[in-house]
């Protein structure tokens, strides 16, 4: 194969073939349809029973399912050669949402069963994939969840723990979603991820709403064995508000991890509810820590103020979604500390926060950059 130049490869007819991004849905969800056709098709005929559409020509239709049931889905698909059709049968799913547990819900895991407490592990390769971890010294109690990444070769897969669906609208306050994490990575110059998403949809779309790698990844030094954390005081806290998605009665979480083949990823203390910022800490000392951070707006440069008797871990810039955009460790000089906004690249205009990880906990304030 390859070989002869004089060969002519025999024209082919068209065969019919797609994927969806779900075939379980919620009543009135749009799902996305795919086309995989080979053989350089020219046109498309689609039929969706119980959606609307009913039938699309286009490429890669949107339907959206107003009824409960169970659908077939065909495609004709046609190059010029000929025509050819493939349907799946009871191919999309459609319910009502069920609303999912109250809140508070909490995970430790220190239970000797894994998953529990109705986490689901999402391992897509069955490869290595989320485990209970006993040997490093956990962020509270005896156990954690690690994940494996210095001997996982399948770069690029995600293996996720997901929650269990929460009814948002059950807490009072202002929802978040927090953890705290542990890592390290094996090389300086590539790091695995770790992503938190949410889905209102019944889980056929998702949302970034955290994310790090690199150095606001790690929480201890490069290295080529195993890392195992050595302390509790190395645990990064991860804490999201889910303020923009406190009304739905059906929220899907992941935690997800993306391996790199970097080292050991740890999770734990898994917490939906209060701000994370107050669990686990002494209020008290949390309160005491009177910081000021100027101008507000503020336009190329911030000051924070109030922290010149504290141990400064880092300092994260952090947008609306929770992806972090700037990010300072090691604080040695915290009498006075200023922020370049311009530095290394410039901030976007918009709402961030500003969240401080001090020996007593995390402390956040809120600033506008013009």
């Known amino acids: 194969t390859g070989c002869d130049s004089n060969y002519v490869s025999p024209t082919c007819n068209a065969v019919a073939d797609f994927i969806s991004n779900g075939q379980s849905v919620c009543i009135g969800n749009d799902v996305l349809f795919t086309n995989k056709t080979l053989n350089n098709p020219t046109s498309f005929q689609w039929y969706f029973q119980g959606g609307t559409p009913a039938t699309s020509t286009a490429v890669n239709p949107t339907v959206t399912y107003n009824s409960v049931g169970v659908f077939n889905v065909t495609l004709v ?27 508070p819900y909490s995970e430790d895991f220190e239970s000797l069963v894994f998953p529990s407490n109705g986490i689901v592990v999402d391992n897509p390769d069955t490869g290595i994939t989320w485990e209970r971890d006993t040997t490093a010294v956990a962020y509270e109690g005896f156990g954690s969840a690690k994940i494996n990444n210095l001997i996982n070769t399948n770069y690029g897969q995600s293996d996720a723990l997901i929650l269990p669906t929460v009814d948002l609208t059950s807490f009072a306050e202002t929802p978040y979603i927090s953890f705290r ?22 889980g056929v779309n998702f949302t970034q709403i955290f994310y790090r790698t690199g150095s606001a990844m790690a929480t201890g030094p490069t290295q080529t064995t195993p890392y195992s954390p050595d302390s509790n005081t190395v645990w990064k806290l991860c804490n999201v508000s889910l303020a923009g998605y406190a009304s739905s009665t059906n929220a899907i979480l992941k935690i997800v991890n993306v391996t790199d083949g970097g080292n050991n990823l740890y999770i734990d203390n898994i917490n939906l509810g209060a701000n994370g910022t107050t669990l686990g800490v002494n209020e008290n000392d949390i ?13 190329d440069q911030i000051l924070i103020e109030g922290l010149e008797n504290e141990k400064v871990k880092s300092i994260s810039l952090v947008d609306v979604l929770g992806n972090i955009v700037l990010y300072k460790q090691n604080i040695k000089d915290t009498k006075n500390i200023s922020i370049d ?27 506008v950059k013009q």
């Open 287 to 299: 309160d005491a820590i009177k910081i000021e951070v100027y101008p507000n707006p503020a336009s």
């Open 77 to 103: 698909a046609t190059n010029a050669n000929g025509t050819d059709s493939i349907t799946f049968q009871n191919y999309i799913t459609v319910v009502n949402p069920i609303s999912g547990q109250v809140i």
């Open 181 to 202: 994490w542990a890592y390290a990575r094996s090389d300086a110059n590539y790091s695995d991820e770790l992503i938190v998403l949410i889905s209102t949809d019944c």
């Open 341 to 367: 906004l311009r530095e290394p690249v410039s901030i976007l205009s918009g709402i961030y926060f500003i969240q401080i990880e001090t020996e007593k906990g995390q402390v956040e304030r809120k600033f």
